[in-house]
Structures are given as structure tokens and as C-alpha cells.
């Protein structure tokens, strides 16, 4: 009997539409403009416009986490036709690299024993370590909310993971509105984790486009009218995509409006430091409505103030001693080279160094709600378990190390905010030279938005057409509601950018 044909199971789901995002660096990737700029990826870079690894996040990492080593790379110089023997190179570099492996795994995981960790599963909540200092960054050391135990904190999956795990308690547990209120615009992932969630997605007005900066009279007026027992949403500072931040009496303000009209606040801090290089700063709103007596959730992150995105980071070598005899033994057959001379002293090959990758998903972030006494603060912790035993489980361990051993030394606390202040100076700095720039190339416009924004976006007041000219005339890749990461602007391609902007805005 032949065997009936069955109809796919997936033939009617569509193609689903590509990241804004990822389609900006793809096309910037094609573009073969030397002086093109990327100005779409929120991932800090250095004034090289190169991945930074914190200083600080290195000798963390050195000191407590043991992680996956492979040799990736060699560094070669004078080469000529290296390709097939690369792969023997690869080869050989590998089984001397394993010594040093073995070696260092050995120390790593001596260091771990010696400290009482090992590489169990964490437990559901994650460190409890990790959460309290997470959670004192926050609220500043010392924060009664701790002391009296009125917080339930635990580990979660960067700010993304850890705004899920709120919207999914907020949808069972929430006793006014399932409805949460975004400013517009918002993280362009707020709404699809909140629906997710189960909750309704309102928005309140926040950005003003005429003056690319804060509309706080509308924001008010419009909270104001939020149905009571609902829930806001605030970004704690560094507004992304806008860069547009209240100041501290505009959120004294708000937070008035808000325990008037009994709503609900969510604070999603990702930015805390990085920012304005001054964690107490940026962690002011957040702290004036705890000091206002408000219960609330916040979620944090350290991908931007600590790095940990979940890129590769290097670690780099002392030259290896290599047998250039038995190596180019090795690639005889080859006929690259003649074996018997000195390999530096040929087209051949000459490398002095070589790099191991750690790979980092480290993904660490906390969701904490702060409850009214300590009694609903065990009580919701135990049901946030309840939450995330189905949802993912437990954490991951290694971020939540990192962040731990900085922020319980001191030596490396400071050094962290050292860090971090740097790269928030950087961005600031580069604001600067933008604005001026602009100047200097004869803009009649106020360019003053630029500099009154803070953090990693900005929103430059580019209309769609204006932002697709900027891209196809000068190659400057950037979104088209005109966002654009200050991250990927340097004082290499400052002038060139603000000549770009001039010329599509005049």
C-alpha cells in the first residue's frame, strides 16, 4: 500500500521579519567604503572603535573563573601563500598550547576548590552573594530596604532574562491592572517580553521630537491619566533609544505623580555607571522612590557597566619556544620553504605571539522587588523560584562570579569604577566633539540635544529620509528613526560624521 503524503506540520508559518539592527551591521559589513561608520550596534567600543575588555573584568576573570580555552589565531608577518600551511601550524600550536592549558585549568580550578565553589548547578534564585551586592549597588550600601529585609532579590539572565521573570510574576501575581505602561519610545524589546508575559502594553508620551529632548510636561499630564493600581515602567537612566533623562527634580516630580495616582513603578536600570561615570548618580531615581516610601520591582544588568555581553575577550602570551626545526619538518611536502633556513629569515613566516579566546556568554543580571515588609518579601521570593524553576531553571555561574569578586573587593570595586567612568567619559567626550564639529562645519541648527542626552544613544533629530541619504551618500549606518550609538563614534571619524550630518540636514 502506498503511503499517503502528509502535509507539513510548519507550511503555513511565515517568514518572520529581520532585526532592525543586525540588518544595519550586515549592510555595513557589505559596504566596501573605507571610511564607512557602524553606528547601529549598542555594544561599547574603544576610541579605535574596537571591542574594550575591562581591566578590572580581566584580573576577575584571571582570579576566579575557570574557563574554555582553544587556540584560535597566530599573529603572522611577511607571509606569502600561508593557507595550506596554517592548518599544520594550527596543529602544532594546539598540542603545545594544551600544556599550558592543563596547567592553568589546574591552578583555575586549586583556586575555585580553595574558595568552596566547584561547577554544581546554581541554586534556582542563583548566588545569594551575587544578589546582595547587586541589589546594595543599587539602593547604595547600607540601604535600610537590606537591612530590614524587604527586598527579594535573585540572579537573572542579564536585564532581558530578568525583566521576563517580572513581567511573568507581575501577570500572575499583580493585584490592580495587567497592564504596563512603556514611555514612547522604549527598548524596542519591552513590548514583546511584556506581552509575552501575559500583560497589556500602554504607552505614556516621553520624548519630544521637536526639541529632541525630555517632554516632561506631556509625561506628566499623560501619568496622570494612567487608570490607578496600573503599572509604569521607567529606564533608571540613560533612556535607551533616546539618551533622554528627567533631572533630579523633574523625578521627584514624577514620583509624586505616581504614589498620587497609587501606580505600580518598574525600573529597568541596564546602565547603572556607564552612564555619567557616577553609580550614586545614575541610581538617583531609583533610590528617591525608595526613599519615597514606594514598593516597586528593578531589574539590572551588567552587559554595558561590566562588558559581559557575551563576546570574545583575549588573553595574550609570552612568545611560545618553538622547534622551527621539527615545525618546518613538518611542512616540508609543502615546498613553501626551504627547511633548512632560518624561518625569519624567509617570506615564510615569522610570528611572536599568539592568543587564546575565552568565550563569555556570561549574561549576569538581578530582578529584585522591593515588598512592604519582610514577611512579602519571603513570600514573593518563593513564588520568583516558582517562576524560574520551569522558565530556565537556575543561572548561569561564571558572570555572577566576575560581578561578585569585583564588587566584594575593593581594590577591584574601585578599579571597576575607574573603568567605567572612563568609558562614560569617552562617550561624553566624543558628544562633545560631535556637536562642535557640527559647528565647525557651518550648521545653523541647535546641536545642543546632543550633548543634554547622555549614555550610549543618541536620538540626532534625523527624519528616515535624512538618515537613508546619510547611509547611502557618506556610508554612516545608522537606524532610521535616526538613533545612532555614540559607542561606534571616535575622534578618528568625529569630523568626517558631523560633515555627513551637515550635509544631509543643511
Keep these: ?88 601550524l594550527s596543529q602544532y600550536i594546539h598540542r603545545e598550547s594544551t600544556k599550558c592549558r592543563l596547567a592553568e585549568d589546574d591552578e583555575a580550578e586549586d583556586k575555585l ?43 537573572g539572565i542579564s536585564g532581558t532574562g530578568s525583566l521576563r521573570i517580572g513581567g511573568a510574576f507581575l501577570a500572575q501575581f499583580f493585584p490592580g491592572n495587567k497592564e504596563v505602561y512603556l514611555p514612547t519610545p522604549s527598548w524596542g524589546n519591552h513590548t514583546p517580553i511584556f506581552k509575552h508575559s501575559g500583560l497589556a502594553v500602554k504607552q505614556y508620551r516621553y520624548y519630544d521630537p521637536k526639541t529632541c529632548g525630555f517632554d516632561f510636561q506631556g509625561s506628566l499630564q499623560d501619568i496622570a491619566k494612567i487608570p490607578e493600581r496600573s503599572i509604569i515602567l521607567f529606564h533608571a537612566c540613560a533612556h535607551n533609544p533616546t539618551g533622554v533623562d528627567p533631572n533630579p527634580e523633574q523625578w521627584a516630580e514624577i514620583s509624586h505623580v505616581v504614589k498620587q495616582k497609587n501606580l505600580f513603578p518598574f525600573f529597568d536600570m541596564a546602565y547603572q555607571g556607564f552612564a555619567s561615570g557616577d553609580v550614586a548618580k545614575d541610581a538617583f531615581a531609583v533610590r528617591h ?49 626551504p627547511p633548512d633556513k632560518h624561518p625569519q629569515s624567509t617570506p615564510f613566516m615569522s610570528f611572536c605571539a599568539w592568543s587564546i579566546h575565552l568565550i563569555y556568554g556570561e549574561r549576569a543580571g538581578a530582578f529584585s522587588l522591593i515588598a512592604g515588609s519582610k514577611d512579602e518579601a519571603q513570600k514573593t521570593m518563593s513564588q520568583l523560584k516558582i517562576i524560574v524553576r520551569p522558565m ?62 547622555i549614555g550610549m544613544f543618541c536620538f540626532t533629530g534625523l527624519n528616515p529620509q535624512q538618515a537613508e541619504k546619510v547611509t547611502k551618500d557618506f556610508s554612516v ?27 544631509v540636514t543643511k
Aim: net charge positive.
Design 392 to 453: 530556565y531553571s537556575n543561572p548561569p555561574i561564571h558572570g555572577a562570579r566576575i560581578v561578585t569578586e569585583i564588587l566584594s573587593d575593593a581594590a577591584l570595586k574601585a578599579e571597576w569604577l575607574t573603568d567605567v567612568k572612563g568609558m562614560a567619559d569617552r562617550i561624553i567626550s566624543v558628544r562633545a566633539k560631535l556637536r562642535d564639529n557640527l559647528k565647525k562645519e557651518g550648521s545653523q541648527k541647535d546641536w545642543s540635544h546632543i550633548t543634554n542626552q
Design 113 to 155: 576548590r580553595a574558595k568552596g565553589l566547584d561547577h554544581e548547578y546554581a541554586p534556582i534564585g542563583g548566588s545569594a552573594e551575587f544578589c546582595n551586592l547587586s541589589i546594595n549597588l543599587a539602593l547604595g550600601d547600607g540601604s535600610e530596604i537590606v537591612k530590614n529585609g524587604l527586598n527579594a532579590t535573585l540572579q
Design 289 to 337: 522612590f525608595v526613599k519615597e516610601g514606594h514598593e516597586m520591582v528593578l531589574t539590572q544588568s551588567y552587559a554595558k557597566n561590566m562588558g559581559l555581553y557575551g563576546q570574545n575577550h583575549h588573553r595574550m602570551f609570552p612568545p611560545l619556544q618553538v622547534d622551527w626545526h621539527n615545525l618546518f619538518h613538518s611542512c616540508r611536502s609543502l615546498q613553501t620553504s
Design 1 to 88: 500500500m502506498q503511503a499517503r503524503r502528509v502535509e507539513s506540520w510548519w507550511s503555513h508559518v511565515e517568514m518572520g521579519p529581520p532585526d532592525a539592527i543586525l540588518g544595519v551591521t550586515e549592510a555595513y559589513k557589505r559596504d566596501t567604503n573605507p571610511k564607512k561608520i557602524n553606528l547601529g550596534v549598542g555594544a561599547y567600543r574603544d576610541d579605535n572603535g574596537k571591542p574594550f575588555v575591562l581591566p578590572s573584568v580581566k584580573k576577575s576573570a584571571r582570579r576566579d573563573i575557570v574557563s574554555q580555552h582553544r587556540p584560535v589565531a597566530v599573529e603572522t608577518a611577511n607571509t606569502t601563500d600561508l593557507e595550506p600551511v596554517l592548518s599544520h
Design 477 to 503: 549606518y545608522l537606524t532610521k528613526d535616526g538613533r545612532i550609538s555614540m559607542a561606534g563614534v571616535t575622534s578618528k571619524n568625529v569630523e568626517y560624521l558631523a560633515h555627513a550630518i551637515h550635509e
